[in-house]
């Protein structure tokens, strides 16, 4: 039996959406190439940029389409017995999901490279192309063999950086896609970790952005992450002295990538390509050793050994001979101190805009402040918008204000005076270090008073740092009392924040923090959620205080505040930033000092034991 013909109705003033079962198909108009096909004559390609569809948007485009019908026509080509999607993939499943049997489409006879320029063209021109959808539309054009980054330019109207930035989202990693995809990562961050090789990427992909990685980046700023990555992993150009001009034009150089040619400031050109910058470093090195030689034959060549071997063979292969030195050159005579670079005329006026915001934005901020009725509760975070001769500049400043929280009780808090374990062994060394002579003098009896004497001292100074810890949890326990919804990022900031400055004690202290989770029984998992919660009961305390201070009236006079700005305190303010909100950061702290000591006054503190109790060491 012969097939059926393709079946293709002129759509002429037939409604899509009643169109079920046509009894007739009427005429061909030769002045319109739109005809009405029948769904199951028509298959997908397997070109079309677009490979994933989000079934939520399909349903809701259903949903329309059974309302108003396809609007816009999908395209197709004749293909054996049937038609061939080239354009509107999307419009034909969501008039599948809506029971139709016919759709509106236009019917063009196209080759396959015609047809997959078409699809290409037609996606890349729509709002709603997802970056790596667009990213692999991009390769397969290049790939084609009928397209350049520079005809793509001219034919999408798109900057070269912004195509080669889209193209690298074609080498991301299968998790980092994935992310991607989903919009747990912005294409911002992805464009930036995809620069890099995928065994960078799975490095940062595992510490920075999997489930239960310690330090997460997840809530970074695209720059902040961008500073990290390069400082960590790229091959700064300005580090090497050989001849640039092929880098100044080459894909692999960041500074080729960014959007905007401001985001270079402070020096983003780093090399992507380090098997090409390390052949290149060594012929330059190379040339000069030999230009050396034979500017002056008496010269001779010599190594510390951090020559490049590949140099030292090269120059030996040409007949030259290098010198071992037994010695590191770096120990003997210095030069002189290089000059400081001129500022460029751009970083001069980014640095008077800087001035300007400080400055200007002080009676803009108490107005905000004002006119909205919030109390802020963090320093602006400034970004430079836009900074140039003939427009100016335009900046963005974001803070939070305290959120509409409810306090419960504040007063009648408990909380214990424990003071750590006194052990034996700590009473030994405690009298090693600083009673040696005094103890070798004394009887027995002497021996057993001194041991005493060192107990009582080592117990007053851990009873006083037991009634810091308990003061500090009662002013913790207000945190529980302070609720209602906190901005995510504030949390997230605090979090970081609180994150650091664990960092800072592990290290400072000296402990490995694998041993560190060992003595406390958990895993990386439950470690992160404990923290994340104390950050948050701490943040919640620190606002709960504000709200006391509020409600019992605790705040400072003028003169209190004028004599904290005169006397800023860096370790407990922070650096200055501008007037009103120095003023602020001062007013806040007077305020929580004064709340918490209202809170202790109103709540009590179980005393510790009289007398120290000893861990005796064990018996061999």
């Given at each position: ?415 214990a005076v424990e003071p750590h374990l006194i052990r034996q062994l700590t009473i030994e060394m405690e009298i090693n270090r600083h009673h040696g002579d005094e103890e070798r003098a004394a009887d027995a009896a002497g021996k057993a008073a001194l041991r005493q004497q060192v107990a009582r001292e080592l117990y007053a100074q851990r009873c006083v740092q037991a009634k810091a810890r308990a003061e500090k949890e009662v002013i913790w326990q207000l945190g529980d009392e302070v609720t209602g919804p906190l901005p995510k990022q504030l949390v997230g900031g605090n979090y970081f924040a609180e994150q650091r400055q664990f960092n800072l004690s592990l290290q400072a202290n000296g402990i490995n923090f694998d041993q560190f989770l060992k003595v406390r029984g958990q895993t990386v998992e439950e470690f992160r959620s404990w923290l994340h919660t104390q950050a948050e009961r701490k943040l919640r ?80």
């Open positions: 039996m012969k097939p059926a013909e393709p079946q293709a109705t002129d759509i002429g003033a037939v409604n899509p959406v009643a169109e079920t079962s046509p009894v007739e198909q009427p005429a061909v108009h030769p002045e319109t190439d739109v005809r009405l096909l029948d769904l199951n004559k028509i298959v997908n390609s397997t070109y079309n940029p677009r490979k994933n569809f989000c079934e939520d948007t399909l349903l809701e485009l259903a949903e329309s389409i059974k309302q108003l019908g396809v609007l816009q026509p999908i395209c197709v080509r004749p293909r054996d017995e049937g038609f061939e999607i080239v354009y509107g993939e999307r419009r034909y499943w969501a008039a599948a999901m809506a029971n139709l049997k016919f759709i509106p489409a236009l019917i063009r006879e196209l080759s396959d490279a015609e047809a997959e320029d078409a699809a290409i063209t037609e996606n890349l021109q729509r709002e709603d192309v997802r970056p790596r959808e667009e990213a692999a539309a991009y390769k397969r054009a290049l790939q084609s063999g009928r397209h350049t980054i520079e005809s793509l330019v001219g034919k999408f109207g798109k900057s070269e950086a912004y195509i080669r930035s889209r193209l690298k989202l074609c080498e991301l990693i299968d998790a980092l896609a994935e992310m991607l995809d989903k919009e747990d990562i912005s294409v911002g961050v992805a464009t930036e970790i995809a620069k890099y090789p995928a065994d960078i990427q799975q490095e940062v992909y595992d510490e920075h952005f999997a489930e239960g990685c310690y330090n997460s980046w997840k809530t970074a700023r695209i720059k902040e992450i961008a500073r990290r990555l390069y400082e960590r992993y790229m091959t700064k150009l300005e580090s090497y002295n050989f001849d640039k001009t092929e880098c100044l034009s080459c894909q692999h150089n960041t500074a080729n990538q960014v959007l905007f040619k401001d985001e270079c400031t402070g020096g983003c050109a780093g090399c992507q390509n380090r098997e090409c910058m390390i052949r290149k470093n060594n012929e330059f090195l190379v040339q000069k050793a030999v230009k050396l030689l034979k500017d002056d034959p008496h010269t001779t060549l010599a190594t510390g050994g951090e020559t490049p071997a590949a140099v030292l063979e090269a120059l030996e292969q040409e007949g030259y001979h290098v010198e071992e030195l037994e010695y590191d050159a770096y120990y003997y005579d210095e030069g002189p101190q290089m000059p400081d670079a001129p500022q460029a005329e751009e970083d001069l006026l980014t640095a008077a805009v800087n001035r300007t915001i400080l400055e200007g934005f002080s009676a803009l901020y108490e107005q905000i402040a004002a006119e909205y009725g919030v109390t802020p509760v963090t320093d602006p975070d400034f970004e430079l918008l836009a900074v140039n001769r003939a427009e100016g500049f335009r900046a963005g400043a974001q803070f939070y204000a305290l959120p509409p929280l409810t306090l419960g009780r504040y007063t009648g808090f408990v909380q305390s620190w606002l709960g205080l504000l709200l006391v201070a509020e409600a019992e009236g605790l705040q400072p006079t003028e003169t209190e505040v004028t004599a904290a700005l005169t006397d800023w305190n860096e370790k407990l303010d922070g650096e200055r930033t501008f007037p009103a909100n120095d003023a602020r950061k001062v007013r806040q702290r007077l305020m929580r000092a004064k709340a918490t000591a209202f809170v202790l006054e109103h709540s009590t503190l179980t005393p510790p034991p009289a007398e120290p109790v000893v861990q005796e060491l064990p018996q061999k």
